[in-house]
């Protein structure tokens, strides 16, 4: 990761205008995770609601729920596919630019 001005940014992925990141994986499969600048913005988490495995995420909607107290924030999806992966923990995954989701039959990678 590249650290600018304080922001860590990953390398050898695309970023979204939604604050995500997709990164592309073996197997036609992508990664999506959010972007250190939302990370640092929404501070500490206390739950993250993912989609099922299976379940379809659609481009420019929300596909994943961050939840801190009584406020809740969508991270729009960077790409449309079936979820085949997800994050099981919190962690590190949001500010050491993990992926949070999986994707297979991503149809329309246009970021």
Known sequence: MEDVQGIKIPQGVYLHRGHAWVGMASGGQVRIGMDAFAARLLGP??????????????????????????????????????????????????????PIVSLLDTTDIEV
């Open 45 to 98: 988490l206390d739950r993250i609601d993912l989609p099922l495995m299976g379940k379809p995420l659609k481009r420019d909607q929300v596909g994943i729920r961050m939840n801190r107290g009584d406020l809740s924030t969508g991270l729009v999806a960077p790409v449309s596919g079936v979820v085949t992966a997800r994050q099981a923990s919190l962690g590190d995954y949001l500010t050491r630019g993990k």
